[in-house]
């Protein structure tokens, strides 16, 4: 550190104190100087230009999970679904009823932990199982009288437990059979057709493709927040980047999976189910926000629980099934 570090100029050429020089007379043949005197140091160099300080390197965009464990749990998923979709019917169907109660299971927990809500889990879990055969074997007609005894079994099945938040318990239990069994209903009444298979293979395809289209979009181009107190991650340029890509592919699988379908019946069926998966990804994200949660679960590595993969499914299920059935009937 050189002096000017603290206020004072230093003497050119000199470190430390200066000193008292004495000078020999004429034919003295003393030296000129004094004796014992420090020699001079090198002149410290210039004091260098102050440089701006360092922008920190931009942190690189992630998905925020294992990516390595979501696509090999995503992959494992698909192979069972998609094998169990085109063996056995049946096998399809008792694949939905188990991911119906391990998500009915997941909700009432986080219900229970984090609210307090006390929803009875048995009478809800069977009558799930109930309304998704039903709506298979007997359509729309037979999954609305099982949503219906579902509902009474819940208020029935409370009344054994003491009167306290009755209310808010079957609220919720309505709410959860409603959101998961009964909309999932829709997939299995989607198979029941004579080209099922192929239906819910475009259903899934629609929904998953929008997801892909989504993430890709947002993550390259996003900047304008879409819903930023509700789920922060999901950009506009994300939205258009969904409805883009399942407008494209509806096109494609209208016109050549689907018997008697158009292109541009896939355009708007694109368009509805990128619109319907965006809102389904909303409205979970708002109930994890109120429950104070990241996931629902943590079953799946990479992903979360069973109802953090069915936010965009469930939604989408009755609108691909609607338009379907208004595009080439009910098959």
């Known amino acids: 550190m050189n002096d000017s570090s603290w206020g004072a100029s230093p003497r050119a050429g000199h470190w430390g104190a200066p000193e008292d020089t004495v000078t020999a007379t004429a034919g003295s043949g003393t030296e000129t100087g004094t004796r014992g005197k420090t020699p001079p140091m090198p002149p410290p160099p210039p004091a260098s230009a102050p440089q701006p300080p360092q922008q920190p390197a931009p942190a690189k965009k992630s998905a925020g999970r294992n990516l390595q464990a979501a696509i090999g749990v995503g992959v494992g998923l698909g192979v069972i679904i998609i094998a169990s979709l085109f063996i056995v019917k049946a096998v399809f169907v008792g694949v939905v009823a188990v991911a119906v109660v391990v998500g009915l299971w997941e909700l009432t927990s986080r219900l229970a932990e984090r609210k307090g809500i006390r929803v009875p889990l048995i009478p809800l879990a069977v009558g799930g199982v109930a309304i998704v055969v039903a ?42 059979a409603f959101y998961v069994p009964f909309l999932a209903t829709f997939v299995v009444m989607m198979l029941a057709a004579d080209d099922g298979p192929r239906r819910v293979l475009v259903f899934l395809l629609l929904t998953v493709i929008s997801d892909t289209g989504a993430y890709a979009v947002g993550w390259r181009f996003g900047s304008r927040k879409l819903a930023p107190r509700i789920s922060p991650g999901k950009t506009r340029e994300g939205l258009l980047g969904a409805i883009a890509f399942a407008m494209v592919a509806g096109a494609l699988l209208m016109q050549y999976v689907i018997d008697g379908g158009h292109w541009w019946q896939g355009l708007l069926l694109g368009l509805a189910a990128a619109v319907s998966a965006t809102l389904g990804d909303l409205g979970e994200s708002m109930i994890k926000r109120d429950l104070d949660i990241k996931d629902m679960g943590t079953l799946l590595p990479g992903h979360g629980g069973i109802m953090d ?9 009755p609108v691909v099934w609607l338009l379907l059935v208004a595009f080439v009937g009910k098959g």
């Open 135 to 176: 709506g298979y074997l007997r359509g729309a007609d037979g999954a609305w009288v099982a949503m219906a005894l579902t509902s009474l079994a819940i208020l029935v099945w409370r009344m054994t437990e003491p009167p306290h938040d009755y209310l808010k318990d079957v609220t919720a239990g309505v709410f959860a």
């Open 309 to 317: 993969r069915l936010d965009s499914l469930l939604p989408t299920a």
